[in-house]
């Protein structure tokens, strides 16, 4: 945590006006004496860097891993102002690797939320990223041009997002209901108190977005998991995103969209993918 309240004048001039960019809690640091490589964990919507304790068990002895928790969610900085859009995250995610001295190549694993995220931080700052691994990634077509023609799913999506930024409260009621049915992570964590933070993070990330064309785009090796159970991600930009990019892999599970059961060894085994010597 800060140690000064994030919607004070002073903190609203270092990180609104002058755009000082937040550093964020580092949620676990594994470090090895000589690291085949250097892997970075990014959470999804509403969750924390503890939504991968179980992957980072099961991930080989000889990688260094950092887990962080996004701005606005876990032990991070949670202003009520801010914007909470990727290009926020991304520059939040940057501050902090710079303050940890990370200076290896890094394979970054972003779930959901945290895929766009990673996206924005290969578009962004190239040199630092060797791989993406994108798990559930919520890519979708956000252009007026698009809209027009989106098929019914992604249009039924659209609506459920705008109930939840018309109706906070009522969303924040059903969490726990969502974590005992294991359909959200444990860490899953989304209360009156932050259902703002997860609104807000919503609108600037999820339903405004250029993700699905950057990904598109990216000349970086990326592997993409998708939980054939997944209700919120449209298997067909995936496609997309794989049919316009040759360095983009897509793996389909028997799962839905949190990092639970099945997903855990499939996200470990696309790590390994792309460190493997002929990737």
């Not at 409260?169 to 005992?180: G, H």
């Amino acid at each position: 945590m800060v140690g000064y309240n994030q919607d004070c004048m002073f903190d609203r001039l270092l990180h609104r006006y002058m755009r000082l960019p937040y550093t964020l809690n580092v949620y676990s640091v594994r470090k090895t004496r000589k690291p085949r490589a250097t892997i970075l964990l990014l959470h999804g919507m509403g969750t924390s860097g503890a939504a991968w304790d179980e992957v980072i068990k099961g991930l080989p002895r000889d990688l260094d891993i950092i887990a962080l928790d996004l701005l606005g969610f876990g032990e991070s900085p949670n202003p009520r102002w801010a914007v909470y859009s990727t290009v926020t995250q991304a520059r939040s995610v940057i501050a902090t690797l710079l303050k940890l001295r990370i200076r290896q190549q890094l394979v970054i694993v972003g779930h959901s939320l945290g895929g766009l995220v990673a996206v924005e931080v290969a578009k962004r700052y190239p040199l630092l990223v060797r791989a993406l691994i994108l798990c559930s990634p919520p890519f979708y077509n956000t252009t007026i041009e698009a809209r027009r023609l989106l098929p019914n799913r992604e249009r039924e999506l659209q609506r459920a997002f705008r109930l939840i930024e018309q109706h906070p409260k009522e969303f924040a009621s059903i969490v726990p209901l969502a974590v005992k049915y294991k359909l959200v992570e444990q860490a899953f964590e989304v209360t009156d108190e932050n259902v703002d933070i997860y609104v807000a993070a919503l609108r600037s990330s999820i339903v405004s977005q250029t993700s699905l064309d950057d990904a598109k785009r990216l000349r970086k090796p990326m592997r993409i998991v998708h939980g054939a159970l997944d209700p919120v991600v449209i298997k067909k930009n995936l496609d997309e995103i794989v049919a316009a990019n040759d360095q983009a892999q897509l793996t389909v599970i028997l799962a839905g969209h949190a990092i639970l059961g099945p997903y855990v060894p499939a996200v470990i085994k696309q790590v390994e993918s792309v460190l493997a010597p002929d990737s």
